[in-house]
């Protein structure tokens, strides 16, 4: 059941249901990496767990760098452009309140 909050401090409320696919695996050499993906999309759910497994390992530093780090600029560069179409639809104006 996903959840929702009027203006993010109401109260909390049942906006519906919502698939998510889980998936764990264990590396040959013992780290466990679990993985949660909105929908049914396995592979998506085995890669999560994999890159989670891996991040346990040695090859943490070169797997943020070669996968986390651009995926983190993607989803940066992805809301920047959200929050300009966002930014674009709507016209702020102050009016003044007459005391001054």
């Known amino acids: 059941m996903v959840q929702g909050r009027a203006g993010a401090t109401g109260a909390a409320f049942n906006l519906g249901e919502m698939s998510v696919t889980r998936c764990s695996v264990q590396l040959s050499d013992g780290p466990v990496g679990h993985g949660y993906v909105q929908g049914r999309s396995k592979d998506h759910a085995r890669i999560a767990a994999l890159v989670d497994a891996l991040m346990q390992t040695d ?4 797997l943020r760098a070669a ?13 920047a452009t959200r929050q300009a179409k966002a930014a674009a639809t709507v016209e702020f104006f102050t009016m003044a309140r007459g005391e001054d």
Request: charged share 25%.
């Open 59 to 62: 090859q943490a530093i070169q």
């Open 67 to 79: 996968i986390l780090r651009p995926l983190e600029q993607e989803e940066a560069a992805a809301s």
